[in-house]
């Protein structure tokens, strides 16, 4: 959603010095003027260069003509003229002014800055320029900027809801939610019927966590601009956090029925299936978002977690490798290839996807538990234990971690830390705290190593069978057969 209805102003209405009233040249700039008030800017260009003619020093035709050319989008031609005036009267503040527009009309937001910068320098006062540059430094990113120029004009000029709007994003774009809200509420005040204001303020209250305020605004947003897709989008993600599940898909339905290619809203209703383990209409949504955009994130992770959950393995696998391809630096998606190419049997592959995260964030807990894990299964017990002790250093109530370490002392004789693990992993168990509660195949596999181990043999037997029970649903066949091979060496 853009600032299409925030416009660069346009310069103001010049007079000629006296010297030139009276003749035929003022006759013909004033009625360029008057042509120009009235939007009729190609006649207008046609008297100014009239103007131009009878008088080539005539400085301010050229910023006019310059200005009507603006309007015209003939930016090159405008340039030009302004180009002119300069050569004319090198300390002339509209003509860079008139020039930094140019620069801005085209894209070229550095070259417009610097022309901002010597229109303000040279007449200070001028909000327009500040109004410019605030503009300019929107789109360079610059938010400090923006809201430097815009407490400038709001300072002398409370009322100008441009600079009010330009604030308000800025402060949206800083994460200053609250600050925004107040900036968006005197915008309103000033131009009460503006969606954009109240969709960019529902998204604020939002992201506060005031969702009751933030479907009020979308409501009225949508009230006031009832055909654009990405207000139904939003209000339906909304919804979907109230839990009100039907209103949001009819809002998804609705946002596809305006914009068939949203490939956001397409990933949103995905949501709604997978929780509701429709699994085969998620993953058709999933598909279509992917075909509109091959590059959304959550739509490739959607996936990647539905055939995960279904065994396509291979499937999910290619989807964590387009993450990865997208964002190099994308950990979620290493950490999800790192335990399908565990359940594959990958060793190797496990222990430098985990390496790759360790670069980014040594002290990432999925990856050095998993690191932990197939460090253990491939003999490197040592380096094991290191792994998942960097893990406890950083969630210490992680059970499967401990019972895991406590399988390598007992492996590496050292009784008395082994048991020491085991006891601390079911206090923690007992108290409620297990930060790994949801187990997978390689915490029952650790836990019932670690009851044999502690002479609950039963109970050890009810959860190593568990494990491999998990493994196979998972088809992790290498750990699966690790498992039937535990439990037929105990005699279980």
């Given at each position: ?296 994130v959550s739509a490739h992770y959607q996936r990647g977690v ?54 980014l964030d040594r002290n990432s807990v999925p990856a050095n ?43 590496l004789k050292n009784e008395a830390k082994a048991m020491s ?72």
């Amino acid at each position: 959603m853009s600032d299409s209805h925030i416009k660069l102003t346009s310069a103001q209405t010049l007079e000629l010095p006296k010297h030139q009233l009276n003749t035929q040249v003022q006759k013909l700039y004033q009625q360029g003027n008057d042509r120009a008030f009235r939007g009729e800017h190609d006649r207008a260009v046609l008297s100014y260069t009239q103007a131009i003619d009878l008088d080539p020093n005539c400085v301010l035709a050229y910023c006019a003509r310059g200005n009507s050319l603006l309007k015209l989008k003939n930016y090159h031609a405008a340039k030009a003229d302004y180009t002119t005036a300069l050569k004319l009267s090198p300390a002339l503040a509209i003509a860079d002014g008139g020039i930094a527009q140019v620069y801005y009309e085209l894209g070229e937001y550095s070259a417009a800055l610097v022309a901002c910068n010597r229109a303000i320098l040279r007449e200070p006062e001028n909000l327009e320029f500040f109004h410019c540059r605030a503009l300019v430094n929107k789109q360079l990113g610059d938010a400090a900027g923006v809201l430097s120029d815009c407490k400038f004009m709001l300072e002398r000029q409370p009322s100008d809801s441009s600079a009010r709007w330009l604030n308000a994003r800025a402060h949206f774009q800083m994460g200053n939610y609250q600050i925004a809200i107040f900036n968006f509420n005197q915008y309103l005040n000033l131009r009460t019927d503006d969606f954009y204001a109240h969709y960019y303020r529902g998204i604020c209250y939002e992201r506060l966590e005031n969702l009751t305020q933030a479907l009020v605004d979308l409501d009225r947003a949508i009230e006031l601009k009832a055909d654009m897709a990405i207000l139904y989008r939003r209000r339906g993600r909304i919804y979907q956090q109230l839990g009100d599940f039907t209103n949001a898909v009819l809002d998804y339905d609705r946002a596809i029925e305006i914009d068939p290619q949203m490939a956001q809203a397409y990933a949103n209703r995905a949501d709604i299936y997978m929780s509701r383990g429709d699994y085969p209409r998620a993953l058709m949504q999933c598909n279509q978002a992917i075909r509109f955009d091959p590059q959304l994130v959550s739509a490739h992770y959607q996936r990647g977690v539905i055939n995960t959950e279904v065994g396509n393995l291979h499937a999910a696998l290619a989807d964590y490798h387009r993450l990865i391809q997208i964002n190099p630096q994308d950990l979620k998606a290493y950490v999800q290839r790192s335990w399908i190419y565990f359940r594959h049997g990958e060793y190797p592959a496990v222990m430098t996807d985990c390496e790759s995260i360790l670069m980014l964030d040594r002290n990432s807990v999925p990856a050095n538990y998993l690191l932990g894990v197939v460090q253990s299964l491939s003999g490197f017990k040592q380096e094991a234990v290191y792994s998942l002790t960097k893990v406890m250093d950083a969630q210490p109530n992680f059970v499967c971690a401990l019972y895991h370490r406590g399988l390598l002392q007992h492996d590496l004789k050292n009784e008395a830390k082994a048991m020491s693990d085991f006891q601390i992993a079911q206090e923690i168990q007992s108290q409620g705290f297990d930060c790994s509660t949801k187990r997978d195949e390689t915490g029952l596999y650790a836990e019932g190593l670690a009851l044999y181990h502690m002479g609950q043999p039963e109970t050890a037997k009810v959860i190593l069978h568990q494990a491999a029970l998990v493994a196979q649903k998972l088809k992790n066949t290498v750990f699966y057969r690790q498992i039937v091979f535990t439990i037929e060496a105990l005699g279980m």
